[in-house]
């Protein structure tokens, strides 16, 4: 990914490889053959590997932060607390909102799964920018779809399963994941898809109407899907469920795909979201 002054970032290639997890030597020879070593390398977790929650931000300085929310967070973990690595990401609130008003992303994961993914990119070489999650990736592409003063809720139907966002001015605000995955609805038959869709379209009603709820001062006006197979065909499924306008994101609205044309197919645009939404990582 690249970014040209005053034009849409740029996708300059994309590759689908298959690789054995934790196969350092594999990693190793692709790397060499890819010329990666040239590249700010980031990678992201699989929604098994961690845990992200919302919390009240605790009543301590900066520098103290990550050992509260580590005591505060321990009882939510479903792993230990004690040897998990941390990180938290502050959820902006309007102004009048007060100190009391702040609350926090936390992100956790075992200390091993982190050293894990850190040891295979040592192991190959590679020096590693960032190990990011899916959800942040989301956030990156939503923001490309923002519009002044509104609010992006975007739903994302993949392999891991669906993935819900809201962000506003840069940031995320909630996030929700739904136990149905493309596979699913791909295989299913007629009946058994829509008992999938229905939950998909319950599930997106209960958390658009907890997210006005919980942040009044963000105005959601449409909901974008994201590119996958069949993606029309979901898209008018859902919208009997919905009282705002659903919208299928064109990733080519806002990605210059050119040097990369695999991805004019919303299919693969789909099985490379996640990845497209984690080059596009400039900061936090």
Same mark, same amino acid.
């Given at each position: ?5 005053? +034009?849409? &970032?740029?996708? *300059? ?7 054995? $997890? =934790?196969?350092?030597?594999? %990693? @190793? #020879? ?77 992100? +956790?994961? &075992?200390?091993? *799964? ?7 990119? $040592? =192991?190959?070489?590679?020096? %590693? @920018? #960032? ?99 069949? #993606? ?53």
């Amino acid at each position: 990914m690249v970014y040209p002054p005053g +034009a849409r &970032p740029k996708v *300059v290639r994309a590759d689908l490889l298959e690789q054995p $997890d =934790g196969d350092v030597a594999g %990693l @190793a #020879a692709l790397a060499k053959r890819q010329g990666w070593s040239r590249y700010r390398c980031t990678t992201v977790l699989n929604p098994g590997d961690y845990q992200l929650l919302q919390a009240p931000a605790p009543d301590v300085d900066e520098a103290e932060i990550k050992q509260a929310v580590r005591w505060q967070m321990g009882d939510a973990l479903e792993f230990p607390a004690d040897s998990a690595t941390f990180d938290v990401l502050t959820i902006p609130q309007p102004g009048n909102a007060g100190a009391r008003g702040r609350s926090l992303w936390v992100a +956790a994961a &075992p200390n091993a *799964v982190v050293q894990r993914v850190m040891n295979t990119f $040592d =192991g190959a070489g590679l020096e %590693l @920018a #960032a190990i990011d999650l899916p959800e942040m990736a989301h956030r990156n592409l939503a923001n490309l779809f923002a519009e002044p003063g509104r609010g992006v809720a975007m739903l994302h139907v993949g392999e891991e399963g669906a993935l819900l966002t809201f962000t506003y001015d840069g940031e995320l605000y909630g996030a929700r994941r739904i136990d149905v995955s493309d596979a699913q609805l791909r295989d299913a038959d007629a009946d058994r898809r829509a008992s999938l869709v229905e939950r998909i379209g319950l599930e997106l009603q209960r958390s658009l109407d907890n997210f006005e709820r919980l942040y009044t001062f963000v105005g959601i006006t449409r909901l974008l899907l994201a590119p996958c197979a069949g #993606a029309e065909t979901l898209a008018d499924e859902l919208r009997s469920f919905l009282y705002i306008p659903l919208e299928l994101a064109d990733l080519t609205r806002v990605l210059d795909l050119d040097a990369a044309p695999a991805l004019a197919d919303p299919t693969q645009q789909g099985r490379y979201f996640v990845t497209l939404g984690a080059a596009l990582r400039t900061g936090a």
